[in-house]
């Protein structure tokens, strides 16, 4: 099975994101958690965006996963 770039774009950017978190403090099994809620995120979108728009849309959505509603972050 051969990974497109599309799919090897989408692994660097969860690579960032979960090195961040980990480098942040956070427990590997709960950075990955949260990328992976920001895959579901991705998926329920239902949209296929251009490589210059993913990471800003992940890293979007993955702050959306760190700060709660109030804008006081709940992690790191």
Request: hydrophobic content about 50%; glycine content about 4%.
């Amino acid at each position: 099975m051969k990974i497109n770039h599309y799919e090897k774009e989408l692994i660097n950017i969860a690579n960032e994101i979960i090195g961040f978190l980990i480098n942040n403090g956070a427990k590997k099994n709960d950075a990955q958690d949260i990328m992976q809620d920001v895959f579901v995120k991705l998926l329920q979108a239902d949209i296929i965006l251009a490589s210059d728009k993913l990471r800003p849309w992940l890293y979007r959505v993955f702050t959306t996963f760190i700060v709660d509603k109030n804008g006081i972050v709940i992690f790191c």
